[in-house]
């Protein structure tokens, strides 16, 4: 069974205390969210990760995603790149330079800004993605932990975004 987060982007925006919070400090510290070309995204994410990809790879990948980035005086500092499907969005990858001063809610800024974005352009549901299963790494404990603060727990069924079905996960 595979658990994701889901934001319905049909109702108002109400994020967490904390996540308010943590989106406020960086939006004190003066950073802005834009949408960016991809490429933009693939040089900032190629800059920080050290996974590399291949040409082709990222070639693929442009063809199906859009990005954000959140920027302090125009230096890169959080983005995330995005797939869609009908009124669905999809969180697919996503890169903090932790280095940088301005870093401290800079994730969880971009995530409030990308909703709010989101909604405006019509989408209805924000899969924030799946979740971590037991044995996974700590590094996909720690991402599972920040995506479960934003929307619902859902179970979902199939194998890639988009999935077949979303159904509420109980209450645990």
Sequence with gaps: MKYCVVVDL???????????????????NGLVVSEVPFSEFKNFYASIVSVKKTEEVWDELS???????????????SG?????????????????????PYAGGAGYFLQVNVMKALKEKGYELYVVGLLAE???????????????????LYIVEGENFPFISYTPAPKV
């Excluded at 996974?136 to 929307?151: A, H, M, V």
């Design 10 to 28: 049909t109702k108002e925006l109400v994020p967490s205390k904390e996540v308010r919070y943590e989106a406020h400090k960086a939006e004190l």
């Design 63 to 77: 063809k199906k995603h859009f990005a954000f980035i959140a920027k302090k005086d125009a230096t890169p500092i």
């Design 80 to 100: 995330a790149a995005f797939m869609s499907y009908k009124k669905q969005a999809y969180y697919s990858m996503a890169v903090t330079d932790f280095d940088s």
């Design 134 to 152: 037991e044995g996974d790494s700590e590094k996909l404990q720690r991402i599972s932990n920040f995506k479960k603060q934003f929307g619902v």
